[in-house]
Each structure stands twice: as structure tokens, then as C-alpha cells.
């Protein structure tokens, strides 16, 4: 074999191995991969089937309910529009509590979101960006609602 010919295959060897680890890099990401969803949105139709998401909004106030076993909570989470239950068993971070923001992690189960992880915000002034932006989203929709509705009633 040439030097050129060995300097070919060396290189497409090469190329063909850069090929499976970016594939396998790029399995792995959307294997992992856990969309952001609202209240709204879901309850639209719009979660994945069969697949982990992120559902986010404000905890209700009182909907917290603890069951006998002492580690299975419900409650409620709303975008100021729709509002969800979340079933989670297992230990509730620290920050947790009603009337703040929060990001669960899960699956619908029987019209019920199970969530396997429950994140609350690390201060009274953070919110994560997305909670965020979909509470301005809803407030925005909520208030030209009112707005229409005045305008139609003059």
C-alpha cells in the first residue's frame, strides 16, 4: 500500500470513529432531555407522551395535602390561568412551600402528574427564568381578557 492510500484510510478511520461518538453524544442529550411545559400547555395537550417533562408555576395556597405514609404530598400548581395536580412521594426540599415557585419533573399518569423530582427556588427573590417568563405570558393574556371584556361592555 501507498503512503497516500494509508493516509486515506487513516483518516477515514478517524472521520467514521468522530462520527459514532457524536452520535452517541447526541443520544444521550435527547435521551435526557426534559422540556419545560405550563399549566396551560398541558392541560392543552401539549405534554410528550410517554416522556419525562418539566411542569412549573406558583404552588397554590392549601392545596398542600400530605397523605398517612408521611411522604406522599398533592398539590396544586398554577400558571394564573390552568392549574395542575402533582402527586410526589419522597422528601420536599427545604424551600418548598405554598405560594412559591416550583419546577417538578415526571410524567402524566391517569390524568395525574407524577413527579420523581421536585425543585423549589433557593431564595425569596429567584424564580427560574422559565416559571418566570410563562407567569408574565399568562398575566399579560389575563389582563387583555379584562380589557376585551370592558371594551365589549361599553
Do not use: C, W
Not at 400558571?79 to 415526571?106: M, R, S, Y
Amino acid at each position: 500500500m501507498k503512503t497516500r492510500h494509508k493516509r486515506m484510510a487513516f483518516i477515514l478511520v478517524g472521520l467514521a470513529g468522530l462520527a459514532v461518538v457524536a452520535g452517541l453524544v447526541l443520544n444521550a442529550l435527547n435521551s435526557n432531555l426534559a422540556l419545560f411545559i405550563s399549566p396551560t400547555e398541558l392541560l392543552a395537550g401539549g405534554a410528550p407522551k410517554e416522556k419525562a417533562f418539566r411542569l412549573g408555576g406558583m404552588v397554590v395556597d392549601g392545596s398542600l395535602k400530605r397523605q398517612d405514609d408521611g411522604l406522599t404530598v398533592h398539590f396544586d400548581v398554577t400558571d394564573n390561568d390552568k392549574t395542575v395536580t402533582i402527586a410526589f412521594t419522597g422528601i420536599l426540599p427545604d424551600l418548598f412551600k405554598e405560594g412559591t415557585g416550583v419546577v417538578a419533573q415526571g410524567k402524566m399518569v391517569d390524568g395525574m402528574f407524577n413527579a420523581s423530582e421536585v425543585l423549589a427556588k433557593h431564595d425569596e427573590n429567584y424564580m427560574s427564568p422559565e416559571v418566570a417568563e410563562m407567569l408574565e405570558k399568562s398575566e399579560k393574556a389575563k389582563k387583555a381578557k379584562q380589557a376585551s371584556a370592558v371594551s365589549m361592555a361599553q
